[in-house]
């Protein structure tokens, strides 16, 4: 908070600066309170997709510890939380600029007000959803909280072209990502058994 109150008064409103834009005083503002909204985006995709990413494994771990029992409730080894925080940190790494030009310049035209709102919605959705339990994608909370922005605008201000495409790829993830756990279920039940 201090820091907030602190950056927040080296903002001087400059009336050259609204001549062409009359928030442009307004914005800076704004750019100052999304560096607190992007670390709560920052937090709820930790708590969230690290969380969805490791599942699987703490349960995989869980029914070979217990030699084949399944439990309700399996322990959450460190070591598995640090693998999936080194996964999410990789592909951030990797493919991360690319999902980050998508949702930040591709959708629809981002201000740091308007920012500031997809970003607060997103982040406040996400952390709920953790602490309720429900597995939701962070990157498609964003993408359905920078369309909100967008759509507040009216649809004119959205490139349907990359929303279409969006879409397109959240529809073929389910059954291609059904198709590979079949597969990969056969056939290491194939090698194993």
Same mark, same amino acid.
């Given at each position: 908070?201090f820091?907030?109150v602190?950056?927040l008064?080296k903002?001087?409103a400059?009336k ?10 307004v914005?800076?503002?704004f750019g100052?309170?999304?560096?607190f909204?992007?670390?709560?985006m ?5 708590s ?6 490791v599942?699987?494994?703490a349960?995989?771990?869980g029914?070979?510890?217990?030699? =084949?029992e ?11 939380l640090?693998?999936?925080?080194? =996964? ?5 790494v990797?493919?991360?600029h690319?999902?980050?030009a998508t949702?930040?310049n591709?959708?629809t035209?981002l201000?740091p ?16 959803a953790s602490?309720?339990?429900l597995?939701i994608?962070?990157t498609h ?5 920078v369309? =909100?922005?967008g759509i507040?605008r009216?649809?004119s201000?959205?490139?349907l072209?990359?929303?279409g495409?969006?879409?397109?790829s ?10 590979l ?9 194939g090698?194993?058994?």
């Open positions: 908070m820091l907030g602190a950056m008064k903002i001087h400059r050259e600066d609204d001549k062409d834009y009359h928030f442009a005083s914005e800076k503002v100052v309170l999304m560096m909204t992007a670390c709560a920052a937090f709820a995709h930790g969230n997709d690290v969380a969805n990413a599942g699987p494994l349960a995989v771990v029914v070979v510890a217990s030699a =084949g399944v439990a309700q409730k399996t322990a959450m080894p460190v070591w598995i640090l693998l999936g925080g080194g =996964g999410i940190v990789a592909g951030l990797m493919y991360g690319k999902v980050i949702v930040g591709n959708i035209e201000t007000s308007r920012g500031f709102a997809a970003t607060l919605a997103a982040a406040t959705t996400v952390v709920f602490g309720t339990g597995p994608s962070t909370t964003l993408v359905g909280a369309l =909100g922005v507040a009216g649809l201000a959205l490139n072209r990359v929303i495409t969006i879409f397109v959240w529809v073929v993830t389910l059954p291609a990502g059904a198709g756990a079949i597969m990969f279920f056969f056939m290491f039940k090698m194993f058994s």
